[in-house]
């Protein structure tokens, strides 16, 4: 009994330590791509490849400048507004 004592701080570690694992891993399917509505095509342009303050700006308005997808596709994925704003090009 008094060896089963003098390790529960130890136990409660190790459950500790394998509950944050179980509880912290990232969803296999989190979106990658980045998106901006283009009012001319009036489609979603990808522009994951661009850099923000260097390839484009989002100049303050109320519209979304950059957004995500649940599955990386606008016309099935489920909508996630990462920065309002204008999307202006450099």
């Known amino acids: 009994m008094k060896k089963l004592i003098k390790n529960m701080p130890l136990l409660a570690f190790v459950l500790a ?10 969803q296999a ?3 990658t791509k980045v998106f901006t509505w283009n009012d001319q095509t009036m489609e979603y342009d ?8 260097e390839d484009y700006v989002c100049n303050p308005s109320s ?9 990386d596709n606008p016309d099935t994925g489920v909508k996630n507004v990462l920065t309002n704003g204008e999307f202006t090009e450099l």
């Open 17 to 26: 330590a394998a509950s944050a694992l179980a509880f912290n891993m990232p």
């Open 29 to 31: 399917n989190e979106p």
């Open 46 to 53: 990808e522009i994951t490849h661009l850099e923000i303050g």
């Open 63 to 71: 519209e979304e400048c950059r957004v995500e997808f649940s599955n």
